[in-house]
């Protein structure tokens, strides 16, 4: 409603008709996002097709995002994550890292962090990564003897959302939006960014961020009790869980698939 308001009203100095329409829509789009009366999908579909309909841009050129080679490996990475998160390959290669780590305080902060770096270029969804893990770090708290609130429980609450949400755009399929920035790239950096050179012009930030968090975790919220050992926690889920089943296997498989090919794709 209030870009049909809006719409007669003349476009601020500097700006077109058509670039003032355009800022409508969108901002007709960003209204129902909030409001959520329809998924936002249907939104965003909505929203280009208006673009469409009132003649501000061509419907093949709205659309065509949808045909190009980014939007293909997006969905795919998109459909990767969420066999990584169903089948449980993701909570166990948590678990397996948590593992490796000392059962203190210290260790299993850093255990978080760096298992959650570790996991972000195979699992390209955080949401889906961090809603795996939020629930194991929970209880890790109440393993460890921190009570509700406290600095303990923080420190790996903190790390389990920094470790598992944070790092996607370090890595090309930390992200399925990385794909699509790739897209956006003139012809010849889009050519020279493959998946190692992604990783390494981001990683200056990844030690900033891994080596900053750390020292803020394990320094501002220092547990005030010592630890109980964890061992349990992790041999209980890791029973729950099982050997590893067909789909899990299945996961594996297109994940080599995926990560092999990015790899190679210079040659």
Avoid: C
């Avoid at 629930?135 to 920094?162: H, K």
């Amino acid at each position: 409603g209030i870009p049909l308001v809006l719409w007669p009203l003349g476009p601020p100095g500097g700006l077109s008709a058509e670039g003032w329409h355009v800022i409508l829509i969108v901002l007709g789009a960003a209204l129902a996002w909030l409001l959520e009366p329809i998924p936002d999908f249907v939104i965003a579909l909505l929203m280009a097709a208006a673009w469409g309909v009132s003649g501000l841009a061509p419907l093949p050129l709205v659309f065509a995002g949808f045909t190009s080679s980014s939007w293909v490996v997006a969905l795919g990475a998109l459909g990767l994550a969420a066999a990584m998160a169903r089948s449980g390959l993701l909570f166990r290669i948590a678990l397996f890292l948590l593992k490796t780590f000392p059962a203190t305080h210290a260790g299993q902060v850093l255990a978080l962090l760096t298992g959650g770096f570790l996991i972000t270029p195979l699992v390209p969804l955080a949401t889906a990564r961090v809603s795996a893990i939020a629930p194991l770090a929970r209880e890790l708290a109440q393993a460890m003897g921190y009570p509700p609130r406290s600095r303990g429980t923080a420190a790996l609450s903190f790390a389990a959302l920094v470790g598992y949400g944070s790092f996607s755009s370090i890595f090309l399929t930390g992200l399925a939006m990385n794909f699509f920035v790739i897209e956006l790239l003139p012809l010849a950096d889009r050519a020279r960014f493959d998946w190692l050179t992604w990783f390494v012009s981001a990683g200056a930030a990844a030690v900033v961020m891994i080596a900053g968090m750390a020292v803020v975790l394990l320094g501002v919220f220092r547990a005030e009790t010592a630890s109980k050992a964890t061992p349990e926690v992790l041999r209980r889920q890791e029973r729950v869980l099982g050997p590893l089943s067909p789909g899990e296997w299945v996961t594996i498989a297109a994940v080599a698939v995926l990560l092999g090919g990015l790899l190679l794709q210079p040659v």
